[in-house]
């Protein structure tokens, strides 16, 4: 079975600063990773996604995430925070390797506090 | 092209009244997943849907809930009996063949009175 835990609820970091939102993930073969952005009161935003290749993702608003296989982590970062990137953030997995047909996996999600 | 549309956005249903949820895919996406979300809560899984086929549906309760994905037209959550705690927002997310990502819909707020 697969799973993805992100172990914090909450991260609050004073805009400017450097930022990042951990994820781990467990799957049995290959991972298929993504972090998505949900804004108050609206669906989820897909940021960026890791199938294979370069280790640091780059996605949408600035975001990127490195992919750790030794540790199974996928940690989104951003070098410098702002106000409007307070949000609620989802990591994701999928196995690329398990065969037929599989769902996308959500972490319980981390809200990110940006404190002008 | 436009995205994935839920509808409607906001649906208020007596207890014991059936709920029916709609999802449109994007353009070429033959692939659909339901989402439930608490209030403060993460995103937990419900069904998943291929084009006339249910691929996994081991998120969904047994009892009352179903869902559909005809070859035409859009993809139907339905709750039947609503009770106080189906209260959540559902969403939709729909995907093309192979390895991409999935598109998330705006989502439906259901409250049960």
């Known amino acids: 079975a697969q799973s993805v835990a992100q172990p914090e609820d909450q991260v609050n970091v004073a805009e400017g600063n450097p930022l990042t939102v951990k994820c781990t993930y467990s799957?049995?073969?290959?991972?298929?990773l993504f972090w998505y952005v949900q804004y108050p009161n609206r669906g989820l935003q897909f940021l960026l996604k890791y199938i294979t290749g370069d280790n640091l993702v780059k996605g949408s608003y600035g975001f990127e995430a490195e992919f750790n296989k030794s540790q199974t982590s996928f940690h989104l970062k951003k070098p410098s925070a702002l106000v409007s990137d307070s949000a609620l953030y989802f990591c994701a997995v999928r196995d690329l390797d398990s065969g037929g047909y599989q769902k996308v996996t959500f972490g319980t999600g981390t809200k990110l506090q940006v404190i002008p | 092209n436009a995205g994935v549309m839920q509808n409607p956005r906001h649906l208020v249903r007596r207890r014991g009244q059936e709920a029916r949820l709609r999802c449109s895919p994007m353009?070429?996406?033959?692939?659909v997943y339901w989402y439930r979300q608490l209030p403060e809560e993460g995103l937990k899984f419900m069904v998943y849907l291929q084009k006339e086929n249910i691929i996994d549906e081991s998120g969904m309760p047994k009892e009352r809930f179903s869902a559909e994905f005809p070859k035409e037209g859009p993809s139907i959550l339905r709750i039947q009996q609503v009770v106080r705690g189906d209260s959540a927002a559902y969403f939709c997310?729909?995907?093309?063949?192979?390895?991409?990502?999935?598109?998330f819909g705006q989502g439906t707020r259901l409250t049960v009175v």
């Open positions: 799957v049995s073969g290959n991972p298929y």
């Open positions: 997310a729909s995907f093309e063949t192979g390895n991409t990502e999935a598109f």
């Open positions: 353009k070429g996406h033959s692939h």
